[in-house]
């Protein structure tokens, strides 16, 4: 028998030893490369990452692949005296044969693997565990690893939340009037029973207007399933760590693991990850009924390539991402020197490919030549000699449009009475047990519609219900070959491949021989809704739902004329022929070994818990603010200067909730207010001589002067640098402020805000925002897609009107707000903070700077993070270049380059600054804060600085002394004099230091008067780089 191959003897779908590599080497010469690159020398198989820029990727030999699915692609037996043997299941998509280093993870289907035991359904709950390693050694030539889940909690995860959940939603299926029931979820109905028309046992799972709860849906079955669905990925996460090596590619198929990426890159962040779908993608509209869909998008972009089928079902994942996400997508550079179609999320980029599978011919021709399947095709038509034979094969549920076949059926032999007789509808119904009502309530509406097309015109249908494993690869071709038209109803479907399986069957039809066999043969009759109809292009394309289309294809099957068969034939034979299910799988792994990503771990970090969790694209240097490194730096300086955002950053934000940023627009919300902690940190900080303390912010000029107007020595910055007011030690009262540019023309905004009306009069969601000297059109609320086209929109014609203005207009996505922003030219909070370091000298009496801290929150304050980052840099090389060390490693690409170089005489060489973010996200910073309590932390503790300094001014800890740079470091048993002018006296007592009176006055030493006063100072003072505070 066909499906009873040994795998060693070098099946079509033999599969390379993935532990062995020399063993699969010796294989080679008996394996077909179809597109694959040569092997290269083994000195060169992984190029750098330069090269990578100029050169195609290649798939190597010595390129390791991880494939995992919900079903291992093989066939397990167990023989009466309990040994095991195993098959490859040749008709799967993922047992293709490969030349590379390929291990396959997953289940294996054996007796009661879907957790129906007991009581009369199946005597066995899986693989015994007793047996488990018995099973592993058999798998082990296969390069399989099974996955061990108990056999009710798979069966909780597939027929529960999958097939009764995802499933629906996946194929744009939504019930809203479902009444819920209790009782087991993974039975197989009694196909005899009656149902009520909207009593369903599955209702539970689909509905979308669940209560509230602790777990997702409500505490209820919806949190069972879904805590089984995330138990089973997480029982894969564990296989797949072990199996995976190094540089290894790691794909995903199916809905059943969407969420398996968050638990993998958690783990192994350096890992190559795709993702790839076999069924539709829901609008975002349907998909938003889901209660968990937040946790699933951010399961499959965790991933760093996402792959479909079609663009439809792409364009609906983009679409959902987009609105459920707030994520940008679009055409993005790859390391081949190409674009490719990408999500922009937190720093990476998640390429989305969508390739269609296809067939393999050599496979699918050795099936058709083999003796039992000419039998078989002999055996059916003769048993339906004279007449035409359309054939269908689908599972028995309603999305694969079953009865609308029949009732087009049926009125085409209403309309068409002299086909009856003549024609044979072979419907192959497969059961679909986990459907479970959906499944009871198609096979009786067939049944009951196949009885009375038969009562009518006898032996028109022929329908058989058969279980899955009796119509394998090698049944279905028989069927499909005996067949002169293959019908495909669908109203929603993903992968199917019966329409290529029929086309193989049928390209013998092309020849001089097939065209003489009286025979009209080949066509397809193809559902819109399914995913082929778009590959398929010589089929007769049919709307399901329009059943006179239906009855029309019928009609067009059997009349159509020889030459336009022979060309739709030959159409649809150029797809299947040329896109090969090692084409298709080569294309996908070409994609996903093309992503750009680093090898190095540090360039990723992790944010969220539990399924929330993401992963970032960082530099690899990207950690948190070390206070210990600021505090030390901050102590040692002579200069300082303190940059700090507002909102966000010292204070917390008022943007966050939507409703919350209109109603503060609009004044009908009073802002949030700084803390008197936060006002006396400010104080003590600005009271410091050497600290010269901003806080730039976007707000108003009277907002700002409200809340900070009484810190004496504060300086303010107001609508992003637009207005600027020196420190100054008066407190309350008005502020004197200058502007940053001159304060021109401003008949601009009266223009603006005029078309901003018009784009908000049409655009619901939409609203004006105007501050003293900037006016911006707000689209955050309304809705995504139509809010970005409008803004683009008005960009462009705010770009027309104003252009005689001096007047910058800026676009921030969903991601930044939403909005459309009119300025004067120029404004920004990098300008303001270089204006600022240029006047330290003239205004504060101020000697080069020599310690910087920047903090800010969001893609406002990104400019004055980038402009300080590179005013650091400068300082740094100009550092090193007097030492003569090696050059600093480039700026990462998140930094906007700008000519600083005009800050330079204002600067010293030693500067030390530190930029920093609150929150890890991308950013042009060095460093991030986790939030706004961790930026008053580190505010407090340079305060403790300034305090301690002042306290024990006469007294030195050992953190003084690595500040000092002419302090001795070797001891002597005696005191040691240096320069009269600079040096210290060490005494012999207690090591304490003091400068020397050159005067000759006698002065009076600070000694310990006891070993308690000194060890608290050594206590107050002693605490070394390591924790500072």
């Given amino acids: ?101 390929v291990t396959r993870v997953g289940t294996v289907k054996w007796r009661g693997w879907h957790g129906n035991v007991g009581g009369g359904k199946s005597d066995e709950s899986g693989v ?45 299926v939504a019930s809203v009037y479902s009444t819920p029931q209790t009782g087991g979820n993974t039975e197989k109905p009694d196909p005899d029973k009656d149902i009520e028309p909207y009593d369903s046992q599955y209702a539970e799972y689909s509905m979308d207007d669940v209560a509230q709860g602790p777990i997702h849906g409500d505490g209820g079955r919806e949190g069972e399933l879904w805590a089984a669905f995330t138990a089973v990925n997480r029982h894969f996460t564990d296989v797949i760590i072990q199996c995976f090596n190094e540089g290894d590619l790691i794909w995903i ?81 790859d390391s081949s020197g190409g674009h490719n179609l990408a999500i922009d999320t937190n720093g990476r980029h998640v390429s989305v490919t969508s390739i269609h599978a296809g067939v393999e011919p050599p496979v699918l021709h050795q099936v058709l030549s083999h003796k039992s399947t000419c039998d078989r095709v002999a055996s059916i038509r003769n048993q339906f000699r004279g007449k035409v034979i359309f054939a269908a094969i689908d599972r028995m549920e309603s999305l694969k449009g079953i009865p ?18 003549k024609i044979v509808v072979v419907q192959v119904g497969i059961s679909a047990f986990e459907r479970g009502d959906d499944y009871t309530k198609t096979r009786n509406e067939i049944i009951s519609m196949v009885t009375n097309i038969n009562n009518r015109w006898p032996g028109t249908v022929q329908f058989q219900e058969c279980a899955e494993s009796e119509m394998r690869l090698q049944q279905r071709m028989a069927l499909l070959r005996a067949a002169d038209v293959v019908m495909v109803t669908t109203i929603r479907d993903g992968l199917n491949l019966i329409p290529l399986e029929f086309t193989i069957a049928h390209l013998d039809a092309l020849t001089e ?27 007769l394309h049919v709307n399901p739902w329009k059943i006179s289309e239906i009855a029309t294809a019928f009609y067009q099957a059997l009349t159509m004329s020889e030459d336009e068969r022979m060309r739709r034939i030959s159409i649809a034979s150029e797809f299947v022929t040329r896109v090969t299910t090692q084409r298709w799988a080569l294309a996908v792994m070409l994609d996903l070994k093309g992503v750009q990503k680093n090898e190095d771990a540090g360039k990723y970090a992790g944010a969220g818990l539990g399924l929330g969790f993401r992963l970032l694209g960082m530099d690899s240097k990207f950690n948190s603010l070390d206070a210990n ?18 909102g966000g950053t010292i204070l917390a934000n008022d943007n966050l909730d939507q409703l919350q940023r209109f109603q503060f627009v609009k004044k009908s919300r009073p802002p949030s207010v700084p803390t008197e902690g936060l006002i006396s940190t400010l104080k003590e900080l600005c009271s410091d001589h050497r600290n010269i303390v901003f806080v730039v912010s976007g707000k108003e000029r009277h907002s700002l002067t409200k809340t900070l107007c009484h ?102 996505g969903v991601e930044e707000g939403g909005y459309v922003e009119v300025r004067p030219k ?15 000298e003239k205004i504060f009496n101020k000697g080069k700077l020599e310690f910087a801290l920047v903090i800010g929150d969001d893609h406002c304050d990104e400019p004055m993070l980038s402009v300080m980052r590179q005013v650091g840099r400068r300082a740094s090389e100009a550092h090193i270049a007097k030492k003569g060390g090696q050059p600093l490693a480039p700026l990462p690409a998140t930094i906007a380059q700008v000519d600083v170089s005009s800050c330079d005489e204002y600067i010293s060489s030693n500067l030390k600054c530190f930029t920093s973010t609150v929150g890890k996200k991308p950013t042009a910073a060095a460093n991030y804060v986790n939030d706004v309590e961790d930026v008053h932390e580190l505010l407090e503790s340079l305060v403790k600085v300034t305090t301690r300094e002042t306290v024990h001014s006469g007294f030195y800890s050992v953190v003084d002394l690595k500040t000092m740079d002419d302090t001795p470091t070797s001891p002597g048993p005696e005191a040691v004099k240096f320069d009269a002018q600079t040096s210290w006296q060490r005494s012999l007592s207690m090591c304490q230091l003091h400068t020397p009176d050159m005067s000759g006055e006698p002065t009076d030493a600070r000694v310990s008067n006891n070993l308690d006063d000194f060890l608290g100072t050594m206590e107050e003072d002693g605490e070394d780089d390591d924790n500072f505070f």
Avoid at 66 to 77: D, E, G, R
Avoid at 404 to 421: D, N, T, V
């Fill in 513 to 539: 021989q097939g065209r003489n066999d009286g025979r009209k043969r080949g066509l397809c009759i193809l559902s819109e809704f399914s995913s082929c109809t778009r590959v398929m292009r010589g089929a």
């Fill in 404 to 421: 609308l076949k029949l009732i087009a059926l049926e009125r085409f032999l209403q309309r068409c009475p002299e086909w009856a007789g």
């Fill in 253 to 333: 198929h199916g809905f059943h693991l969407m969420i398996l990426p968050s638990f993998l890159t958690r783990r192994i962040s350096m890992a190559k990850i795709g993702i790839f779908l076999h069924t539709p993608f829901p609008s975002s509209e349907i998909f938003r009924t889901l209660w968990c869909r937040e946790d699933l998008l951010r399961g499959m972009l965790n991933a760093d390539q996402v792959g479909f089928h079609l663009f439809e079902y792409a364009r609906h994942f983009l679409t959902c991402c987009r609105r459920l996400l707030g994520l940008n997508y679009g055409m993005f550079p």
């Fill in 711 to 812: 810190i004496p020595n504060l300086g303010l910055a107001a609508e992003h640098g637009m207005f600027v007011s020196w420190p100054t030690p008066k407190v309350g009262g008005k502020r004197r402020w200058e502007t940053l540019v001159p304060d021109q023309d401003r008949s601009w905004r009266s223009i603006a805000t005029m078309i901003m009306e018009v784009y908000t009069s049409r655009t619901h969601g939409s609203y004006i925002e105007e501050t003293e000297m900037k006016v911006l059109w707000q689209y955050r609320d309304a809705d995504p897609e139509f809010g970005y086209l409008q803004s683009r929109e008005l960009e462009d014609h705010l770009s027309n009107v104003l252009r005689g203005f001096s007047v910058d207009i800026l676009h921030g």
């Fill in 128 to 172: 015994p565990v007793d047996e488990r390693h018995k099973v592993e050694a058999v798998l082990r030539p296969f390069n399989c690893v099974p996955v061990w889940v108990p056999t009710t909690l798979f069966g909780e995860m597939y027929n529960g939340f999958c097939k009764g959940v995802l499933w629906p939603i996946l194929h744009n």
């Fill in 1 to 101: 028998s066909l499906a009873r191959k040994n795998a060693s003897a070098g099946s079509l779908y033999g599969l390379n030893s993935r532990n062995n590599s020399s063993a699969g080497m010796t294989d080679q010469g008996s394996k077909k490369k179809v597109g694959f690159a040569p092997q290269p020398p083994p000195t060169s198989h992984r190029s750098s990452e330069a090269g990578a820029i100029k050169q195609a990727v290649h798939l190597t030999s010595s390129d390791g692949l991880i494939v995992v699915s919900a079903f291992l692609p093989v066939h397990l037996t167990r023989s009466n005296d309990g040994e095991w043997s195993a098959d490859w299941d040749y008709e799967a998509l993922l047992s293709m044969q490969t030349h590379l280093r």
């Fill in 629 to 646: 490194s600021v505090a030390r730096a901050y102590r040692s300086a002579k200069s300082r200067l303190i940059l700090l955002d507002y």
């Fill in 826 to 840: 120029g404004v920004n909070k990098g300008v303001v903070s270089m204006h600022i370091i240029k006047n330290m």
